[in-house]
């Protein structure tokens, strides 16, 4: 079992803002592809300026490239009828991952979700973070937003490109097998298995960009050889931080050990600050983690919760003026549900270049859309909300019992 990421150097990386961003350069790569594409997000919707990605997506397929898309059962569901046509007549090959039943979540091995983001095109430039497929300023839920979403991605060159293509061929065999498995179509599933553990070297070498050049790997959490990767290599950043840790993170509700090191971490002087949901989006992960603001509040930690809209970045800063910085850009929160459940996956970058252009970033969000909680502001909080934020809690823990994990 693989503990670590492997790191090696040279990768070209450009950090990315927001979907509006994000969308540019996939689908500029995407227009570029003379050979395959293959693309995983958990939500795949098809208004607004997501819509050209779907658009760019056809194109592709229509000039012959091979076209892998693999959606969410939950995320996403079934895709809208138009664009189920659409996508057939071009040759866009899609998957759902783990279509919901007539019973939809009611077991909790349905809990188990694709929630990684990640894009890999002609094995030369890859793309992973937190960015769904979704118009910047429109929710589902919540319609039209006065202020986009806040969220990161990495586009990659180099070995790294591999890692991402090596990881999304296996799930896409893996789903096939699945599939010819349910047609019964048995001597086809067992070629899909197979093709699922070789080991494809696809990826090549990109042209320069000019871009940040830097040290980086492939963190990965799934339920099989990858249960801890992501939570093992954020507690190693922490017990190695000597100044500074910058955490940005949508549903935050780290565990008993996650909490114990930046506990320690303050307390041995680390300047340790956190970037938190402050819009209500969801019951459980907006009210569930106000209980463990007590305890981070006691020790000394910053919490500066997100206002201007629906932060949704899972990125971090580990020391990024000092001689090991340490940073990630991903899928990932530090949440039971993705870090016991999800199929999740972060960039990890050790370059002081990179994790300064981060933390630079994150810097000007707190001064300009983000609000101080004090140890005092949290005490005065009304009755009727701690009663929402302990019933939250306990639901939390409740679904933590029936998974049958310990967090």
């Known amino acids: 079992m693989r503990h670590q990421p492997v790191l090696t150097d040279g990768h070209q990386l450009r950090l990315i803002e927001g979907g509006d961003a994000y ?3 996939l689908i500029a790569a995407v227009d570029r592809a003379r050979s395959q594409v293959q693309l995983e997000t958990y939500i795949f919707d098809f208004h607004g300026d997501a819509a050209a990605v779907a658009e760019a997506l056809e194109r592709a ?24 046509r659409r996508f057939e007549a071009a040759g866009v090959e899609c998957r759902i991952y783990s279509p919901l039943g007539r019973l939809g979540l009611l077991f909790p091995s349905r809990w188990r979700r694709l929630h990684r983001k990640l894009c890999v095109v002609d094995g030369q430039v890859a793309f992973c973070g937190g ?15 006065t202020h986009p979403r806040l969220d990161f991605a990495v586009q990659a060159q180099g070995a790294l490109v591999q890692q991402v293509q090596e990881t999304m061929t296996q799930l896409w065999w893996r789903l096939q097998a699945v599939r010819h498995v349910r ?40 339920n099989v ?44 002087g680390v300047r340790v600050r956190l970037v938190l949901q402050g ?24 919490i500066h919760e997100y206002t201007a809209s629906f932060l949704h970045a899972k990125v971090a800063v580990v020391d990024p003026q000092r001689d090991r910085p340490w940073a990630t850009v991903g899928s990932s929160n530090l949440d039971p549900l993705s870090l016991l459940l999800a199929r999740e996956a972060n960039v990890v970058v050790a ?34 909300q701690r009663l929402r934020d302990r019933m939250a809690f306990g639901l939390m823990r409740l679904a933590l019992f029936l998974t049958g994990k310990r967090y």
């Open 23 to 25: 969308f540019k350069h």
């Open 61 to 84: 397929a229509l000039r012959g490239v091979r076209v892998w898309l693999v959606v969410d059962g939950v995320g996403t569901g079934p895709l809208p009828r138009q664009w189920q």
């Open 131 to 145: 960015i769904n497929i979704l118009d910047d300023w429109y929710d589902p839920r919540h319609g039209a937003l």
């Open 183 to 222: 047609q019964h179509n048995f001597p086809e599933a067992f070629s899909s298995f197979r093709a699922a553990g070789l080991h494809l070297p696809w990826a090549q070498d990109g042209e320069g960009t000019g871009q940040i050049v830097a040290r980086a790997g492939l963190l990965l959490r799934d």
């Open 225 to 268: 050889l990858n249960r801890k990767q992501i939570e093992r290599a954020y507690m190693r950043a922490i017990a190695a931080a000597r100044h500074e840790i910058l955490i940005a993170n949508a549903y935050f509700l780290p565990g008993r050990r996650l909490r114990k090191a930046l506990v320690l971490a303050a307390q041995r």
């Open 279 to 302: 819009r209500y989006e969801y019951f459980m992960q907006y009210h569930a983690v106000r209980p463990v603001y007590e305890t981070l509040l006691a020790a000394g930690i910053e």
């Open 351 to 384: 370059d002081r270049s990179f994790a300064r252009q981060l933390h630079q970033r994150l810097e000007q969000i707190m001064a300009e859309h983000c609000s101080l909680v004090s140890a005092a502001s949290f005490q005065r909080r009304p009755w009727h």
